[in-house]
């Protein structure tokens, strides 16, 4: 009996500290490894959750300019002459994901802004044949700086005037 | 440094301690392994989920969008007004490509319980709700509307463009008429995997705004005149 205690005691030919590391250092590179990818995977679905809502809000915002050209719009008033001047130097800061409905800090938000408003002409016509639109919705990720937005959707479009 | 001597390594072979160490400290990384695993794929199946959800979320926004762009006039009807689900029917009228001087019209029923839209009686995707759905899967469609300018404040489930209401007080009739905002919104659940534990749920709205230019146009004037 006390031999095979001994024996049981024994500490020789035991799971040594070199072998102990390694085992922990390969069980952790592959759980680094794994939850890395995971985290990387995540975060690319919601990159392109935010680019997606980035198009809807961009195109949105064309079908109103549209609109507005189509059936509600006089160079003679103030506003509208705004609207055609365009909004790049004053574009229009909105929501694009909260991000979780307990905190704001995390909120991501997209500027919409549009380019002046061309009339074109053709030469052969007399009258104005169409507005070129030029419509862009700009935003940072969360881990990017918001005042210089890396991330961007744009629309070209274009629009009959009244009438047509 | 004798390497055989020195108590940092030692060969003499396995003793029944180490023997069952060892196989305890491998059960416990293949279970952790298996739990990781696990939950990978419960991550997969809920990303999969959400790429399904979206790819019939755009397909009924888009197709939408593309049958009101040539429609000359519709009427919407809501047929379920609650604080969870909204659902509006939608009646688009087209001119008939055959008789100018006639109209079709094609109806858009939606249904929350399967989330089924059909097109004159056609589901507009057969194959969504998926035929077979994972542990606990369920689809529904919480809102599926069509509102004109102005008369929703809260654009695409977050506040885009908080000023419609403001803005709609200065546009003229012809834009509020024709200029309508589609929602559509989606509710994923999925059961825990043990039970007991809450359901894993997703909501997304989809929308978008469309001018439906054709309202605007002599030809919906015309119509008008002749079913008087």
Known sequence: MSVMLEKWRGDKGSIDFVQLIVGLLIIGIASIGTLSALSYGYGQLDQQMRHRKAIEVGRSWVEYLQGRLHCDFDKGKFEDAKLANGTLNSALRTLLDDRGTTEVYDDVYCKVSHGKLFPMNLPETSSMDWWEIYVKVEWAEPDEDEQYPLHKVEFFARMVPEGY | ?228
Do not use: C
């Open chain 2, 1 to 228: 440094m004798n390497l055989t001597k020195s108590r940092w390594s030692g060969d003499s072979g396995w003793t029944f301690i180490e023997a069952t160490l060892s196989v305890v400290i491998m059960s416990i990384m293949v279970l952790g392994l298996t739990i990781v695993l696990m939950a990978f794929r419960e991550h997969l199946d809920r990303s999969w989920a959400v790429r399904v959800m979206d790819q019939y979320g755009n397909d009924v926004v888009e197709r939408l969008t593309h049958e009101l762009r040539n429609a000359v006039d519709l009427s919407v009807r809501r047929v379920v007004s609650g604080r969870q689900i909204m659902l509006d029917q939608i009646d688009i009228v087209y001119l008939d490509p055959f008789y100018l001087d006639r109209t079709i019209t094609k109806r858009w029923r939606p249904s929350s319980k399967p989330a089924i839209i059909t097109v004159d009686g056609v589901p507009l995707d057969p194959y969504f709700p998926p035929r077979r759905p994972g542990r606990g899967e369920v689809y529904e469609i919480r809102r599926f509307t069509l509102t004109p300018y102005g008369q929703d404040g809260r654009q695409g489930g977050t506040a885009v463009w908080s000023n419609e209401v403001f803005d709609s007080q200065t546009r003229n009739e012809a834009f509020k008429e024709a200029t309508y905002l589609i929602r559509f919104k989606l509710h994923y659940t999925r059961s825990a995997v043990q039970r007991g534990n809450p359901s894993w749920t997703f909501d997304k709205e989809y929308f978008n705004r469309v001018y439906i230019r054709n309202m605007n146009l002599p030809i919906r004037r015309k119509l008008r005149e002749q079913a008087q």
